[in-house]
């Protein structure tokens, strides 16, 4: 569903527009309700965000996970509890709730990247440094991408 990365800045109200390839994909689900939370990709932080459906989903999965655990009840606080709402405006922006945006570090431009059904919104140069880290992970392990068949 959501693929590819995309460049962007954010105003100084902290909207930004979606990519318009993102908006399609959210245009099909008839649905402008968007949910945003804190994440982290390795050490860094980052923002996910989902159409709702999909959010739906991930916490059934976390509240069915509960049952096994503490650390479950522990990430349901901290991803769940951190969550907010928020909907693609008539221009196609989203508002990033001003303590996601700090959080997250997110500064005047942010890289949208697609995560088949929920995209991560990352700090552009944050983002630059994660994509050298897994160029590196990922080209350095043939058996994996042997695996892969590629």
Known sequence: MFRGN?????????RVAIPARFRDELSALQDARLVVSRFRWRTHRCLDVYPLVAWQRVEEKIVAARQFGNKA???????????????????????????????????????????????????????????????????????????LGL
Request: glycine share 8%; aromatic share 14%.
């Open 6 to 14: 995309h460049l962007y800045a954010v105003d100084d109200k902290g």
């Open 73 to 147: 009840a522990v990430f349901e606080r901290f991803y769940v509890g951190a969550a907010q709402d928020t909907q693609v405006d008539g221009q196609g922006r989203i508002l990033i709730p001003p303590t996601l945006r700090a959080w997250a570090a997110i500064g005047r431009e942010v890289m949208f990247v697609g995560a088949n059904d929920k995209f991560h919104i990352f700090d552009k140069d944050v983002f630059h440094q994660i994509d050298r880290e897994d160029e590196h992970d990922v080209f350095d392990d043939p058996d994996f991408l042997n695996q």
